[in-house]
């Protein structure tokens, strides 16, 4: 039974983070556009971000020259000097079009935006809302996309695959466990990271890999998916969902210490805890096997408790949670799984290998960020990316390109369930295999782990779900990865 709307869509955007909605609102009012949203519409990397949105909206102190530069030494050099140039170029206006959205960013006593400072930046050009710039941002695209009557958004709506068919895709959904399929000339998928294959990530459940599995099964390259940031400061517990303490605290200040309550970075990096994300994570693990302790702490308290109660609600709400008050206490840190930087790859327009579909956000590789993420350039990459996917998609729906009809099909999703402890099964193999540092033993035993888990999945009638599906998704992802760490 139709569980959509309609059958029949001009593009499908799979995805109602940033890059997902700001995609959709960026095509023209009269293209009609499917949403998805596997569960809840604001659960998503996007709603978590905490910093900002680098970028460089003010030529007085700063240049477009030292964004790139920034992002390019944090990215080892790797990045795609194209994508850095347009990223850096376009950005600021596509910042300037979300606060046109509605998007309040914090200003300071004189009216101006107030920019914070982040690892491996060299200016102040972060700007953000509190420490909860992702919620504003969802916000405000969930505003603009229920306000607009050419899209339509569904919420637990899982993507289990595409079909090419003439002239665009079929998609094989579950709209709250019901098997649904629609038609659609163009797709845009927009559906995030991967950190679920690892036991401890700040990722939430939506990021589980599933358009990097249906990109890869129907046909298109996926590049670099070793490319996996772990951020050097998340709080220190046993969530396996892991609270970031974002790098503006360290921005604004904090010290990074090890079990001794002693400053350390100086043996590993002169910018200090200022370092990016990778050296500052690597550090981490080094003098965590020189001490034989894995503790770590932030310490902020030195600065005044109103300012650090007004600057980071978020991180200290979450922090007293967990009994620490960031006014008085160390905050206990470790390295957790946080971005990845590879994906599905896609040209400047946004483009995949397989024609009319494109790929946006933390699930494309546009080559922006190279080895390693600058920090707050990602929403930034989403913003400015799933724009070209979006004005791409136009140009060929205005140049008369046939669109997509319904063809018959037949689709089965019921069989046996799925044991409960796949995912788990893959989270310990990755984290024994790929964190922060590789470890060579590990890769080799995990792949054959993974062929067989992928073997086991494939091979036995499970019934599909959108569990099923992300084990699936999640089991891909693991195995290209760690096929890329054992090539290198
Ligand atoms: C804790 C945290 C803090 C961060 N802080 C910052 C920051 O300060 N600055 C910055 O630039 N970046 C930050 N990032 C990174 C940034 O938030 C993400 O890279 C970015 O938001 C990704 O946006 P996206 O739209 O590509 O994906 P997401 O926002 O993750 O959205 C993915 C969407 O895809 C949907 N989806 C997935 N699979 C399916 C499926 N099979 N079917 C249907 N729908 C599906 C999900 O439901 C979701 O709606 C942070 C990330 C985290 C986790």
Redesign the pocket.
């Known amino acids: 039974m139709q569980k959509t709307k309609k059958e029949i869509y001009d593009v499908l955007v799979?995805?109602?983070?940033?890059?997902?909605?700001y995609g959709a609102l960026s095509l023209p009012s009269d293209v009609s556009v499917l949403i998805?949203?596997?569960?809840e519409?604001n659960?998503?990397?996007?709603?978590?971000?905490?910093?900002?949105?680098?970028a460089v909206l003010d030529l007085k102190d700063d240049s477009y020259d030292l964004h790139i530069n920034d992002t390019m030494i944090a990215g080892h050099h790797a990045n795609n000097i194209e994508t850095v140039d347009a990223l850096v170029h376009e950005g600021p206006e596509d910042v300037r079009r979300m606060m046109d959205f509605g998007v309040v960013f914090d200003r300071d006593e004189n009216g101006d935006l107030d920019k914070t400072m982040e690892g491996g930046h060299c200016r102040r050009r972060?700007v953000?809302h509190e420490d909860t710039?992702?919620a504003e941002l969802?916000r405000v695209l969930l505003q603009q996309v229920a306000a607009r009557g050419n899209i339509e958004l569904s919420e637990n709506?899982?993507?289990?695959s595409l079909a090419r068919v003439n002239s665009g895709f079929r998609a094989d959904?579950l709209v709250d466990g019901e098997a649904c399929s629609v038609f659609c000339s163009y797709c845009l998928l927009?559906?995030?990271?991967i950190?679920r294959i690892y036991r401890y990530t700040?990722?939430?459940k939506?990021?589980?890999g599933?358009?990097i599995r249906?990109a890869y099964e129907l046909g298109a390259s996926v590049k670099d998916l070793s490319y996996v940031q772990f951020h050097p400061t998340a709080f220190n517990s046993d969530d396996g969902e892991q609270f970031?303490i974002?790098?503006?605290v360290r921005g604004e200040g904090a010290y990074l210490l090890n079990t001794n309550k002693e400053r350390f970075m100086d043996r590993y990096d002169e910018r200090l805890e200022l370092a990016p994300r990778d050296v500052v994570s690597r550090a981490i693990i080094l003098e965590s096997r020189r001490t034989g302790s894995d503790l770590f702490y932030l310490d902020i308290t030195y600065k005044p408790a109103d300012y650090l109660l007004k600057r980071f609600p978020g991180i200290a709400e979450g922090c007293r949670q967990h009994g620490v008050d960031i006014t008085k206490d160390l905050i206990p840190v470790f390295p957790c799984q946080?971005?990845l930087m590879g994906g599905i790859e896609v040209d400047m327009d946004s483009r995949t290998t397989v024609p009319r579909l494109y790929a946006?956000?933390?699930?494309?590789n546009t080559g922006v960020h190279g080895k390693n993420r600058l920090?707050?350039?990602?929403?930034?990459?989403?913003l400015v990316f799933?724009r070209h996917a979006a004005e791409d998609i136009a140009r060929c729906i205005r140049a008369g390109f046939p669109g997509v009809s319904a063809h018959p099909f037949t689709r089965e999703i019921s069989g046996a369930p799925m044991p409960g402890n796949v995912k788990s099964e893959i989270q310990n193999i990755m984290q024994r295999a790929y964190f922060v540092f590789a470890d060579e033993g590990a890769v080799r035993t995990g792949i054959e782990q993974i062929k067989n888990i992928i073997k086991r999945l494939r091979g036995s009638k499970y019934a599909v779900t959108?569990e099923y599906?992300?084990a699936l998704?999640m089991a891909n992802a693991a195995y290209i990865i760690l096929r890329e760490v054992e090539e290198k």
């Open positions: 799979v995805g109602s983070g940033v890059a997902g909605c998805l949203s596997k569960y519409k659960t998503s990397n996007s709603s978590l971000a905490q910093g900002g949105v680098a972060i953000h710039t992702g969802v709506t899982t993507l289990c959904l927009a559906t995030g990271g950190g700040t990722n939430p939506t990021a589980t599933d358009g249906v970031l974002s790098e503006s946080h971005y946006a956000g933390e699930c494309a920090a707050s350039n990602s929403l930034l990459e989403a799933s959108t599906c992300e998704s």
